[in-house]
């Protein structure tokens, strides 16, 4: 069974630092999606940033890109420049892309505050 | 474009008793999911629907949990009854396509049994 974990509950950023949030997920699948959703106090949950397994090249978004390691299976979220609009919950989640369904598999996410 | 409306906000019920849940995905939007986030975990999903049909309920309590989208639009998430331990967050989500690799998320249902 595919299973994603987020080993850091919390972290804390100053405000135009750099943080960066890990993920490690188990899969015996070669085909997949990592995703790093944003769940903002109160409100909904988006798409931070996404990265497909077969691509080498780490996928990045504005001040967001990820350093994907697939041999060591391996995910994490580099937020530069951090901003006090950042601080949310962070979850990283699973696809298997070749699945009948479209079902992700969450982490249990890392609640990142962003100091003035 | 509107985005996913969910509704009620929040609930309160005492256990035993039934509550439900309404979801309205983004228009044109073919597959619709029902996640349960308890405090301190992230989403799992309940149920999955592509159109009006179920593609996946695996992980859905059946002998508590219900939930239908009659017309492939909108859809209901009914537990009857509630336990102490469904108090969570329900959060329902839209894809264009059963392919579609972003999934959009509503405000979702703050619900707790006391």
């Known amino acids: 069974a595919q299973t994603v974990t987020q080993s850091q509950p919390e972290m804390s950023v100053q405000e135009a630092e750099t943080v960066t949030l890990s993920c490690t997920y188990d899969t015996s699948e070669s085909d997949y999606y990592l995703f790093w959703y944003k769940q903002p106090p109160s409100r909904q949950m988006i798409l931070v940033i996404r990265?497909?397994?077969?691509?080498?090249q780490n996928a990045t978004e504005n001040r967001f890109s990820v350093n994907f390691q697939k041999a060591a299976k391996s995910f994490s979220l580099k937020i530069s420049d951090s901003q006090l609009g950042d601080a949310a919950m962070y979850f990283c989640a699973y696809r298997w892309y070749g699945g009948a369904t479209n079902k992700l598999i969450f982490g249990t996410g890392t609640l990142l505050a962003v100091q003035p | 474009e509107a985005g996913v409306a969910q509704s009620p906000r929040y609930k309160i019920i005492e256990k035993r008793q039934s509550v439900a849940f309404w979801c309205n995905p983004i228009s044109g939007h073919a597959t619709l999911y029902w996640y349960q986030q308890i405090l301190g975990q992230g989403p799992k999903l309940l149920i999955q629907?592509?159109?009006?049909?179920?593609?996946?309920d695996s992980q859905l309590p059946k002998d508590r949990f219900s939930a239908e989208r009659l017309k492939g639009v909108d859809s209901t998430l009914k537990i009857q009854p509630a336990k102490l331990e469904d108090s969570a967050v329900y959060l329902c989500?839209?894809?264009?396509?059963?392919?579609?690799?972003?999934?959009?998320f509503g405000p979702g249902t703050r619900l707790t049994v006391t």
């Open positions: 989500a839209s894809s264009p396509t059963l392919s579609s690799y972003e999934q959009y």
């Open positions: 629907f592509q159109n009006n049909g179920v593609v996946d």
């Open positions: 990265q497909e397994a077969y691509k080498q």
